[in-house]
């Protein structure tokens, strides 16, 4: 939608297939920048779902796929194949880790698949990349962009959104935005807290997103008296703005394909630590730091504390400097597109190239 939100709809225009049990998708906001949604059985419904691509495609005549789905996008590309598609985009955003045995397992198999269907090849870091396509095959990296001055540090904002959270202006917050699956590691961050709380009393934990853990997470935090520490404030749609109610961001993934919510904190100007698995192409300014998750909470908490010290300040331009601007950025994807469809068809002078 970043992308979308900015790339010149009067030269390339989207449409959006998702899963039909997809949530939070900006269906009005779509409709009026002229793009359509098309809801497609959910993956697990493997035959449905290839029905239904092929079906998609046969119709509708696009002249691009573009899939985000990672590992999975083996299915997706060789149903636009099938269906005669010309340019088919597979595009990484993820790897693998700790603790997912079978989900690893599983896209582990579809990797041997991930070269066979895609026209061109994209990730979101070199990491990502390589994890799907392997080292030595061609990709474009394509940065996971924002609009920078969205997240601007706003001390109003600060006030406001604190006062209506209940969170004291003076306490300290560590702040997380992800969903509660294994591979975002939230009970590590109520363990972090507890020794937070060790240093500062009044230290609170604000948890940003929903997911098959929350209960799991929400009985840890209750298992150390923090249940008044640690806020879930479920799926938002105001994250630049939660942001500024954070002292600290913390991000000790397991594995990330880049880890987008660390740019935005560092958009926001906020200290931002993440755990070794987080590839470093996340971390594009000062303000950012790695910890290990072996050295353990204790060290996570030391390091907490005294990032939360720091002064608050912008960060704009090293974000633009790393690519990570989405006005520059959209126009290279404009650019990308138009150039791979220019080797099957022909546009007009006014003709618009829908993907």
């Known amino acids: 939608m970043n992308y979308y939100r900015h790339i010149d709809r009067s030269r390339v225009q989207f449409d959006f297939l998702v899963d039909a049990d997809s949530t939070l998708v900006p269906r009005e ?4 920048l002229g793009g359509r949604v098309f809801e497609i059985p959910p993956y697990q ?4 779902y290839q029905r239904a691509l092929i079906s998609l495609f ?4 696009w002249r691009i796929v573009h899939s985000h789905v990672n590992a999975l996008s083996v299915f997706p590309l060789r149903a636009a194949k099938k269906a005669g598609v010309p340019v088919r985009i597979a595009h990484s955003h993820s790897t693998a880790g700790k603790g997912e045995h079978t989900k690893n397992a599983i896209k582990g198999i579809l990797r041997c698949f991930s070269n066979v269907y895609p026209t061109y090849r ?4 070199n990491h990502a990349g390589r994890w799907l396509f392997g080292a030595n095959t061609d990709f474009e990296i ?6 920078i001055s969205s997240f601007e540090f706003d001390p109003d904002t600060r006030r406001t959104l604190r ?8 306490a300290l917050v560590i702040g997380h935005i992800g969903r509660f699956v294994n591979q975002k590691n939230h009970a590590f961050l109520v363990d972090v807290l507890k020794a937070v709380t060790e240093l500062k009393k009044d230290a609170v934990l604000v948890l940003v997103g929903d997911g098959p853990l929350v209960g ?3 009985a840890k935090a209750k298992h150390l008296n923090l249940t008044d520490s640690v806020l879930f404030l479920g799926q938002r749609e105001d994250a630049s703005d939660l942001y500024q109610v954070f002292d600290v961001f913390c991000l000790p993934s397991y594995y990330e394909g880049l880890g987008m919510v660390a740019i935005e904190a560092q958009a926001a100007g906020l200290p931002t630590i993440c755990s070794e698995f987080v590839p470093d192409e996340a971390l594009v300014s000062s303000i950012a730091s790695k910890i290990y998750l072996s050295d353990g909470p204790t060290a996570w908490a030391i390091g907490v504390v005294e990032a939360s010290c720091a002064v608050r300040y912008g960060q704009t331009c090293s974000i633009v400097e790393a690519g990570y601007d989405i006005c520059s950025e959209a ?3 404009e650019s990308d597109y138009l150039q791979l469809a220019s080797a099957h068809f022909v546009f007009g002078p006014s003709e618009e190239m829908t993907a």
């Open 58 to 61: 046969n119709e509708q005549g």
């Open 45 to 48: 419904h493997l035959f449905a």
């Open 142 to 147: 394509l940065h996971n962009a924002i609009d």
């Open 216 to 218: 799991e997470v929400k």
């Open 122 to 125: 994209m990730a979101c870091s």
């Open 29 to 32: 906001e779509i409709k009026s």
């Open 163 to 170: 006062k209506s959270l209940g969170i004291a202006s003076d």
């Open 331 to 333: 126009k290279r994807l």
